[in-house]
């Protein structure tokens, strides 16, 4: 069965204070994993996809990168507004499932001053 | 440029009743998706549709029912809320199956 695991669940960052996320997957065949940034009261916002191993994409402060087994979001010295709940999300490459995204349950990330 | 439209965004409904839940997309994309996010549970797929005219089901379809009106349009529909169905629901596109996703901002129902 495929599965997602995000962790921490909850992290909190002085500003400037860098860190990770990571997501450990376990799916037959990647096709591709998926960022989210997701405020309160708010749906999902995306932020990267990765296709594989090796890859790495950034966005401002953001960087995230792919393993065959993981996948990190790296936070660079972060400001309270990146304060948000991060979720991945990975993509199986086959069979009846391909399309879908399979959500982790996320990490809710506070940055304060 | 609205993007992904839901509506309602709140709505409390007592056990038994139906509702629909509207979704739409200026996004000319082809594929749409219902997921509901619970507290712990992270988001799941209830129903999407691949293109228009297709709908197939997700993780936890049960007690659900989609209809995908036109390109633009994806409804999902509640015939007998239960309490188990208190949630927040989340339309999302894509402009292909596979593609990275665009949400709507929420339904958050409560069933009582």
């Known amino acids: 069965e495929d599965q997602v695991t995000q962790s921490p669940e909850a992290l909190r960052l002085q500003e400037g204070e860098s860190s990770s996320l990571n997501c450990s997957y376990t799916?037959?065949?990647?096709?591709?994993l998926f960022w989210y940034r997701q405020d309160p009261g708010k749906g999902p916002e995306f932020l990267f996809t990765l296709y594989s191993a090796g890859e790495e994409k950034e966005k401002e402060r953001l960087k995230a990168t792919l393993t065959k087994k993981e996948s990190f979001l790296h936070i660079t010295a972060p400001k309270p507004e990146d304060s948000a709940t991060y979720l991945c999300a990975v993509q199986p490459d086959r069979g009846s499932t391909l399309g879908r995204l399979y959500f982790g349950r996320g990490t809710q990330l506070t940055v304060w001053p | 440029n609205a993007g992904v439209t839901q509506t309602p965004k709140f709505q409390v409904l007592k056990t038994g009743q139906s509702m629909t839940l509207q979704c739409a997309q200026d996004m000319n994309h082809n594929s749409m998706y219902w997921y509901r996010q619970d507290p712990g549970m992270g988001l799941r797929l209830i129903y999407y549709s691949a293109s228009e005219g297709t709908t197939d089901k997700g993780e936890v379809p049960n007690g659900y029912n989609v209809s995908r009106l036109n390109k633009r349009e994806f409804s999902l529909r509640l015939e007998s809320a239960a309490p188990s169905q208190t949630s927040v629901y989340f339309c999302a596109t894509s402009l292909r199956l596979g593609d990275g996703y665009t949400f709507g901002s929420g339904t958050r129902l409560t069933v009582v």
């Open positions: 799916v037959s065949g990647l096709r591709g």
